[in-house]
């Protein structure tokens, strides 16, 4: 039996395929997308020792990362968590970092590995492995590292803190290559391969910082330098004297930018190597984050197109819990000693399930653990079936000992407020997964609006200019304000919300300074998104135009746009009932150049909209939302979510009686009172009758 065998206790009894891999708990990580079912998952098979599963590639941001993502399905069969260790054994055998696949991976039979991983393993793309649990996970004493030869004479190895910070935590075993990430001043940025040519013990599997690494003055035969394209970097005479020359500071100005896909609601930063050689730091390290509040972040490094862009890349809760946004300027302050906290008190949204069980829930526990914080930090758990719809659930760090603490490990205590703190300002910010039925025409405005926001340098690339306006049209109450607002705060921009009758004016000239006033204040925040709602109103056509001061705003709006492209990130979103009332010369290109139709939901979409709106509802089991899909016919989403709001009315006047009102008028209703009221399928039947009378009137005023 080789060496993994005998000193890590692993069974090699595996299932002959995985097809059968069933699950009854989640145990993805915080990337895991927000769109999980009950019927993802399946019961019924014991835990095994090991699995058989086809090989895939990483994703983006775990390329040399010595990762390995699994699905939930997965990790419940090998009963194994993110941040575990597991073998991969292909030709040869290695180990890795247990991380969750996002769910498009789900119930694929796969694991994806990065390229070092993969060498490690000696398999290629789309061959066979098997993952093996490891029962013991043994720290490394020492290690014999070697690295490639012509590196030697150029970088000193022994108590080097980027070599050493570099391979903390990273998962060895004997003959492995390690990808180490180096950069000015000691070499052109690429990733460095080493060897490890020797453990002690022998059924180690992780260095720590207590490893002892030694470098031979020879390299192995096999360590060679991988110079990947991904990591290559010309830096310019300015990076390269600023990298090498400046004295190390205590912290520095960058701007913001958003976060890359993997690391939405992580807490993390990402950082070019300059920085993070100026404020000596490395990948891993905890900094503060300070904008309009001051909050925590763990370090990352930056892919190499993010490199000497002088900014930081922030997900959306850094972002929050710093009170920044993109494009805003935040200090970045090295925290000189990292401090655990012993006990951490987290106060829970007031609208989150009773039913869930907060205290040593292991999959709430472990969504917190190594989670940089500070006090009144909202901090982004990820919940789902059995509980609740699957989605991110917004915690707030309420108390923190010691105050001086900046992380959470697995010997912090956690305690669970049972009711939210008066003071819990939950984020009320619009997000995409608040909205039902309209997937399509939201991945559409975001292609126009959200890539150049984030990406500019894409299409600066590409030698083009990006959409400046976007025209949704459609029948009131579909849904065109909502998909604005989301947008801009989903892509944490500036935004600015005008009606077309808010503009007019019967004085000369104010109509068009009004007009003005609202493009420039968009270009000294940007970037930001300018909402002109009921655009139909001022932009008809000029033949129907009723009087000068409509043709004069026409005008101006149109010499407003054509300005954009010099004005930098300024995108106008407009929204009208009848697109052929739009004055031509405002749908030319440069202006509103790209129009989306919001139309009324279809059935399947009606059915989506109420099962969002009442989502957080009390609901009778007798309530069936596709039966209601249909016999709404006609409806808009406005009306729709109307709809839930009278079906909860009729359920609380059913539910409470005038008197029980009348006896707590100025106080609180009780527990029991309020755990009486419960919507039933009658409520939502007299809603919809009366929201049916509501649309015959509105339509009928419209005929006349």
């Not at 000691?186 to 490893?211: D, K, L, M, W």
């Not at 009320?428 to 309209?438: H, P």
């Not at 609380?652 to 309020?674: G, T």
Request: hydrophobic share 40%; aromatic share 6%; with cysteine.
């Amino acid at each position: 039996m080789s060496w993994f065998g005998k000193k890590h206790k692993v069974e090699d009894n595996f299932t002959e395929t995985t097809s059968e891999i069933s699950s009854g708990n989640l145990a993805a990580d915080n990337i895991a997308a927000d769109n999980l079912t009950t019927d993802t998952l399946a019961a019924g098979n014991e835990p095994v020792s090991s699995v058989q599963l086809r090989v895939d590639s990483a994703y983006p941001g775990d390329p040399g990362g010595g990762k390995a993502r699994f699905d939930p399905k997965t990790l419940d069969l090998l009963k194994i968590f993110p941040g575990d260790i597991v073998v991969i054994e292909g030709k040869r055998r290695t180990v890795a970092k247990v991380l969750g696949a996002l769910v498009e991976d789900w119930d694929q039979q796969k694991v994806r590995l990065d390229t070092i991983t993969r060498l490690n393993a000696g398999v290629g793309l789309g061959e066979m492995v098997k993952v093996i649990k490891i029962f013991d996970v043994v720290e490394a004493k020492r290690v014999i590292i070697a690295p490639p030869e012509d590196l030697l004479k150029k970088i000193p190895m022994e108590n080097n803190p980027y070599i050493m910070n570099g391979l903390i935590d990273f998962p060895v075993a004997k003959d492995d290559s390690v990808p180490i990430q180096l950069g000015p001043p000691f070499i052109e940025s690429q990733i460095v391969t080493f060897r490890i040519v020797e453990i002690e013990p022998e059924e180690a599997v992780i260095i720590t910082g207590n490893t002892l690494l030694e470098f031979p003055e020879k390299p192995a035969d096999e360590s060679a330098c991988n110079k990947s394209p991904l990591y290559e970097s010309n830096f310019d005479e300015k990076t390269s004297e600023v990298a090498s020359g400046d004295e190390p500071v205590s912290s520095v100005q960058l701007r913001v930018d958003s976060a890359y896909p993997g690391d939405l609601g992580g807490g993390k930063a990402r950082i070019d190597p300059k920085t993070l050689l100026l404020l000596q730091i490395s990948p891993g390290d905890t900094v503060a984050i300070e904008g309009k509040r001051r909050t925590v972040a763990k370090v990352l490094g930056a892919m190499v197109e993010d490199w000497d862009q002088q900014k930081v890349c922030l997900d959306n809760f850094t972002r929050l819990n710093a009170g920044v946004s993109l494009g805003e300027r935040v200090n970045v302050v090295k925290i000189f000693e990292v401090v655990e906290a012993k006990r951490v008190v987290i106060a829970p949204p007031e609208d989150l399930p009773k039913k869930i069980s907060m205290e040593n829930n292991p999959y709430i526990m472990n969504g917190l653990i190594d989670f940089p914080i500070v006090k009144d930090d909202f901090v982004p758990i990820q919940l789902g079936p059995p509980f609740i719809e699957p989605q991110i659930v917004t915690f707030r760090i309420v108390e923190i000992e010691p105050e001086e603490a900046v992380i959470i490990t697995r010997n912090t205590l956690l305690e669970f407020l049972e009711k939210p703190e008066d003071e819990f300002a939950r984020d009320k910010r619009q997000l995409y997964g608040n909205i039902g039925g309209l997937k399509d025409q939201i991945q559409e405005i975001r292609d126009l609006i959200d890539l150049p926001v984030r990406h500019p340098e894409l299409f600066l690339k590409l030698g083009i200019t990006p959409p400046r306006g976007v025209l949704l049209y459609g029948s009131p109450g579909t849904g065109k304000t909502l998909i604005a607002k989301t947008v801009a705060s989903e892509s944490g921009v500036y935004f600015i919300s005008i009606t077309g009758p808010g503009i007019m004016s019967k004085n000369t000239g104010e109509s068009e300074q009004r007009i003005r006033d609202v493009f420039e204040k968009a270009h000294e925040n940007a970037p930001s998104i300018i909402f002109i709602d009921e655009l139909d109103a001022i932009a008809s056509r000029s033949e129907d135009a009723s009087g000068e001061v409509k043709r004069r705003v026409i005008a101006q709006l149109a010499s407003v746009m054509d300005s954009l492209e010099e004005k930098g990130q300024v995108f106008v979103i407009g929204a009208a009932r009848i697109i052929d009332l739009i004055d031509p010369t405002l749908r030319r290109l440069g202006r509103f150049d790209r129009e989306i139709e919001i139309c009324l939901p279809d059935e399947s979409a009606r059915n989506e909209i109420l099962k969002i709106q009442s989502r957080n509802m009390p609901l009778s089991e007798d309530i069936n939302f596709e039966d209601i899909a249909k016999q709404t016919d006609g409806f808009s989403g406005a009306d729709l979510v109307e709809l839930c709001k009278e079906a909860a009315i009729f359920a609380y006047k059913r539910s409470i009686s005038e008197d029980v009102v009348n006896n707590y008028y100025n106080d609180k209703f009780p527990d029991e009172i309020l755990n009486t009221i419960v919507v039933t399928s009658r409520d939502l039947h007299d809603a919809i009758t009366k929201i049916n009378h509501k649309i015959l009137i509105e339509r009928t005023e419209v005929i006349k």
